[in-house]
């Protein structure tokens, strides 16, 4: 599985973004989906996620920092994760990471990462 994210970019406090992650295999083939980030000298950290249950259920999980702002959104007809950020904030400048995880019953639980995508957030 392979994870290929974009849409980032450079936007001034208050203003809205929101990178894709397209993955290369079915959404439905995934148990966690979602997004992490990491700021200069600082460890990588969880932004938001999605523990599905379906199509249209599943558990998200937000970091307390983006809560109300930061949504994570799914496309299954395009395999594509989304993450729709608004209000944003100096302090959200990171590169942001999509994530996802598998459940194989030959192998167990498989990580994917992509490559990163620079948000950088002007005040």
């Known amino acids: 599985v392979q994870l290929q994210a974009s849409g980032g970019g450079s936007v001034q406090a208050g203003g809205s973004l929101s990178p894709s992650c397209e993955v290369s295999a079915s959404l439905h083939s995934l148990n966690i989906m979602g997004w992490y980030r990491q700021a200069p000298g600082k460890q990588r950290e969880l932004v938001g996620t999605?523990?599905?249950?379906?199509?249209?259920?599943?558990?998200?999980t937000y970091a307390n920092s983006v809560k109300g702002r930061f949504t994570v959104l799914r496309n299954y007809a395009k395999n594509t994760v989304y993450l729709q950020m608004n209000s944003l904030k100096p302090e959200d400048t990171a590169v942001y990471y999509c994530y996802a995880d598998q459940l194989l019953a030959s192998v167990g639980r498989r990580e994917y990462w992509g490559q990163g995508t620079q948000v950088t957030v002007s005040s």
């Open positions: 999605i523990r599905s249950s379906g199509t249209s259920g599943g558990t998200w």
